[in-house]
């Protein structure tokens, strides 16, 4: 079944632990996104990936970092997690033939930091 | 900068009509876009304008007005289902990277 498919769904982390979210998509969609979701602020972006080996910076993306070696792998990255990143975390991808302006949300990661 | 707004929270009967707005202040344009978000699951994309004037699909229909930076959502023949949260969304360059309102909550009561 095409998709975007993440791993964990969710996480209890104490405070200094490093963690990696894991995203990966089946439909050869050119660009990848990682948002992250907390109570009354919306979806806000953290980083993004236009194509295999190029990332970038989105409007949160502090304490976190992300790699695109293929087309289909987005793994984001935590490097000492703080209790402020505890929030639910969506992978997204967009594709070329769909438009830029069409996203495809994974289910979510649940993570949670003591 | 840039910044969205859309109504916090929005309740309306089943049956009815409900719209949803959105006004946006960015330093480009290149559409916007609605997503539907039920709780405890992902959004899902629901219409997208680039242009002014109204996209139908099924029930649901957005309009967007660039002049005036305003869009809404317009959901008729309300159903239960469709209570959930609304986000609209802008891309404001030849990127790929959306940027999110903080997304209207709908009641749909019976």
């Known amino acids: 079944i095409a998709g975007i498919t993440q791993a964990p769904t969710s996480q209890i982390l104490a405070a200094g632990r490093r963690m990696t979210l894991r995203c990966t998509q089946d439909?050869?969609?050119?660009?990848m996104y990682w948002y992250r979701q907390d109570l009354g602020l919306g979806l806000r972006l953290i980083h993004y990936s236009n194509t295999a080996g190029t990332t970038g910076k989105g409007e949160v993306p502090d304490g976190y970092s992300v790699s695109r070696a293929n087309t289909d792998d987005f793994p984001l990255t935590l490097a000492s997690a703080v209790p402020s990143q505890t929030s639910v975390y969506f992978c997204a991808s967009s594709g070329k033939t769909s438009g830029a302006d069409t996203q495809y949300f994974g289910p979510g990661t649940r993570l949670t930091v003591l | 900068g840039q910044s969205l707004e859309q109504p916090s929270e929005v309740t309306a009967v089943e049956g009815a009509i409900v719209q949803i707005n959105c006004t946006y202040q960015t330093s480009g344009f290149y559409g916007l876009s609605w997503y539907q978000q039920h709780d405890g699951g992902a959004p899902t994309f629901l219409s997208y304008n680039a242009l002014d004037g109204l996209e139908e699909t099924g029930r649901f229909s957005s309009f967007l007005s660039r002049s005036d930076s305003y869009g809404y959502l317009l959901l008729q023949e309300l159903q239960m289902k469709d209570s959930a949260s609304y986000f609209c969304a802008v891309r404001v360059n030849s990127g790929y990277a959306l940027n999110f309102g903080k997304g209207t909550s709908l009641l749909v009561t019976p």
């Open positions: 439909m050869r969609h050119n660009a």
